[in-house]
């Protein structure tokens, strides 16, 4: 009888765990088109990933579009194998993500991507510090990257960064 019993004990877990995924597929990212699983996006990467040898133990993909407040659009899509990522040192990318830590210079990449640009606008919002405050906080993310100057006295995030800084703010939620 107990051989009877084991396996449709397996097949009501094998059922148990298809139901599970199932009801895990159909929970789509807030704002996403649900298709018949919800992964969307994650179905696309892994049908390229058939294809791709460079990403045979894995893949990573940045992807987003958005129309920023100030009126522009921006659309970003990157993706990369994860091939030997674990096994290299990360300790180069530090002073890309030490720039994000602080609030001044977080809150900096939002005024700029909501349009307040001009040095001198920047310098009028409270918080943001004295202009040689202001000043060495543009310095660091210029130099991570995470901003560029775009003319005198002014500052923008450039498009090829806007979407890996969202996945960054958006990965740091808890």
Known sequence: M??????????LIALTQRVDALEQGLRAPSGATAT????????????RRADDPSTEQGAVMLVGALTLPAGGPVSW??????????????????????????P??????RHILAGVQATADLAAIDGLGTTGQLHHH???LVSAGWVRQSGRGS????AARIV?????VLGAER
């Open 36 to 47: 018949h699983d919800g992964f969307w996006a994650l179905n696309g990467l892994e049908e």
């Open 155 to 158: 500052y923008e995030v450039p």
């Open 164 to 168: 890996p800084l969202l996945a960054c």
């Open 77 to 102: 899509q990157q993706t990369v194998g994860t091939t030997g990522q674990i096994e290299t040192t990360w300790t180069e990318r530090a002073a890309v993500f030490a720039a994000l830590g602080h």
């Open 2 to 11: 107990s051989d009877e019993i084991s396996p449709l004990r397996e097949e």
């Open 138 to 140: 543009l310095r660091q």
């Open 104 to 109: 001044v210079r977080i809150e900096l990449l």
